[in-house]
């Protein structure tokens, strides 16, 4: 049966939560999905249908529903946007990987990194695109264009399957440490003031730290926390989409 | 001198990325340096000038310096001291200069990072 608009959202969370209302949740959807396609539009006309938008954004919605904390004190929606906001734009992030980058590239990738640290050990100092060029036996057009590639890669790939990739290169060595520097653990006391740093994980922050406060060049944090250069490179621009999307998030 | 007027929409900035990788290949930089001139680029026009209908990215090379002027801009914060991971320290920390400097009575960012003689510079032989 319709319910009146006038029952309050936390009147109908209240009810699907604590007495298991299904049509209380229904009524909450149907009284929110002129949100999630205003949301929805704000990221139409990027290849995307707005109607496969508004249903990915459903699913946010959906989920800000069914997590919601009846002991915060805040409103659905303020709980609901970045939800939303995040199922939309993960979206784009799947989508946008499955098709946009060739095998070759993500192939030349892997070569490129792999060279850039034999050429890097060898020569003593970071290797110029030419020389990595000449390594792999490509042209260096190609070589730009493969780390364009990649960095795509760091920005568009799914969450879940970054963590995987990165598992293949083993455990991550600062989960491994057996003692805590001192001067990181203050320094990262100042860091977890920044607005949205709490979304970065530990090896994130401590990256950002050592290149944009401590000064490190990207071969030095490589060398310290003994992942590659590339590696670094691509969890600076990881750390960084994060946080401007937390910030944007919470903007919303 | 190289100038590429982009739209303000974030799809765009791949393009920017490529034009400073291939510049820097042409230059002889490192990946390094490569890296960080692209990721200041990236830094400058996604935080402070996607906002405006149309940005503009300007490449000036010298014999012994590369310099990037972005605009038009929202100027960043000028605090060096704040705590966060702000645009301008970002920026600070990716390319020795950064200022704004005002065209037309319109704010953008100068970024300058001082290159080290190679043989294949532009206009080197």
Same mark, same amino acid.
């Given at each position: 049966?319709?319910?009146?608009?006038?029952?309050?959202?936390?009147?109908?969370?209240?009810?699907?939560?604590?007495?298991?209302?299904?049509?209380?949740?229904?009524?909450?959807?149907?009284?929110?999905?002129?949100?999630?396609?205003?949301?929805?539009?704000?990221?139409?006309?990027?290849?995307?249908?707005?109607?496969?938008?508004?249903?990915?954004?459903?699913?946010?919605?959906?989920?800000?529903?069914? #997590?919601?904390?009846?002991?915060?004190?805040?409103?659905?929606?303020? !709980?609901?946007?970045?939800?939303?906001?995040?199922?939309?734009? #993960? !979206?784009?992030?799947?989508?946008?990987?499955?098709?946009?980058?060739?095998?070759?590239?993500?192939?030349?990738?892997?070569?490129?990194?792999?060279?850039?640290?034999?050429?890097?050990?060898?020569?003593?100092?970071?290797?110029?695109?030419?020389?990595?060029?000449?390594?792999?036996?490509?042209?260096?057009?190609?070589?730009?264009?493969?780390?364009?590639?990649?960095?795509?890669?760091?920005?568009?790939?799914?969450?879940?399957?970054?963590?995987?990739?990165?598992?293949?290169?083993?455990?991550?060595?600062?989960?491994?440490?057996?003692?805590?520097?001192?001067?990181?653990?203050?320094? +990262?006391?100042?860091?977890?003031?920044?607005?949205?740093?709490?979304?970065?994980?530990?090896?994130?922050?401590?990256?950002?730290?050592?290149?944009?406060?401590?000064?490190?060049?990207?071969?030095?944090?490589?060398? +310290?926390?003994?992942?590659?250069?590339?590696?670094?490179?691509?969890?600076?621009?990881?750390?960084?989409?994060?946080?401007?999307?937390?910030?944007?998030?919470?903007?919303? | 001198?190289?100038?590429?007027?982009?739209?303000?929409?974030?799809?765009?900035?791949?393009?920017?990325?490529?034009?400073?990788?291939?510049?820097?290949?042409?230059?002889?930089?490192?990946?390094?340096?490569?890296?960080?001139?692209?990721?200041?680029?990236?830094?400058?026009?996604?935080?402070?000038?996607?906002?405006?209908?149309?940005?503009?990215?300007?490449?000036?090379?010298?014999?012994?310096?590369?310099?990037?002027?972005?605009?038009?801009?929202?100027?960043?914060?000028?605090?060096?001291?704040?705590?966060?991971?702000?645009?301008?320290?970002?920026?600070?920390?990716?390319?020795?200069?950064?200022?704004?400097?005002?065209?037309?009575?319109?704010?953008?960012?100068?970024?300058?990072?001082?290159?080290?003689?190679?043989?294949?510079?532009?206009?080197?032989?």
């Amino acid at each position: 049966m319709p319910r009146s608009s006038q029952v309050s959202d936390r009147d109908l969370l209240r009810a699907y939560h604590e007495q298991g209302d299904e049509s209380a949740r229904d009524e909450l959807i149907k009284r929110h999905l002129p949100l999630v396609r205003a949301l929805a539009l704000r990221y139409s006309g990027r290849g995307e249908q707005l109607d496969d938008l508004v249903q990915v954004g459903s699913i946010g919605l959906i989920k800000a529903i069914d #997590r919601f904390d009846l002991d915060r004190g805040v409103q659905l929606t303020t !709980y609901a946007i970045p939800t939303i906001v995040g199922e939309i734009k #993960r !979206y784009f992030r799947d989508r946008t990987w499955s098709v946009s980058v060739p095998r070759r590239l993500k192939d030349l990738n892997l070569t490129i990194s792999r060279l850039l640290e034999e050429l890097t050990a060898q020569l003593g100092r970071s290797p110029s695109v030419a020389e990595i060029a000449e390594a792999a036996h490509v042209d260096e057009e190609d070589v730009v264009e493969a780390l364009e590639s990649g960095r795509a890669y760091s920005t568009v790939l799914p969450p879940t399957q970054a963590r995987e990739e990165e598992n293949e290169a083993g455990p991550d060595p600062i989960d491994t440490l057996g003692s805590i520097d001192h001067g990181f653990e203050v320094s +990262e006391d100042r860091l977890a003031l920044a607005s949205g740093m709490h979304v970065l994980s530990k090896r994130e922050r401590r990256i950002l730290h050592l290149r944009f406060f401590e000064g490190l060049t990207q071969s030095q944090i490589a060398h +310290e926390i003994g992942i590659s250069q590339m590696h670094v490179s691509r969890l600076i621009r990881q750390a960084i989409d994060k946080l401007r999307d937390a910030i944007e998030e919470t903007e919303t | 001198m190289i100038s590429l007027t982009l739209p303000g929409d974030r799809r765009y900035l791949s393009t920017a990325r490529f034009v400073v990788g291939a510049l820097s290949t042409r230059l002889e930089l490192s990946y390094e340096q490569m890296d960080d001139l692209q990721l200041a680029v990236e830094t400058a026009l996604r935080d402070l000038g996607l906002s405006q209908p149309t940005v503009t990215l300007e490449i000036g090379v010298e014999p012994d310096r590369i310099e990037l002027l972005v605009g038009p801009v929202v100027p960043p914060d000028a605090d060096d001291a704040s705590p966060d991971l702000t645009p301008r320290r970002l920026l600070g920390s990716l390319v020795e200069t950064v200022e704004i400097v005002e065209r037309d009575g319109a704010p953008w960012i100068r970024l300058e990072e001082p290159i080290a003689s190679g043989p294949a510079r532009l206009g080197a032989t």
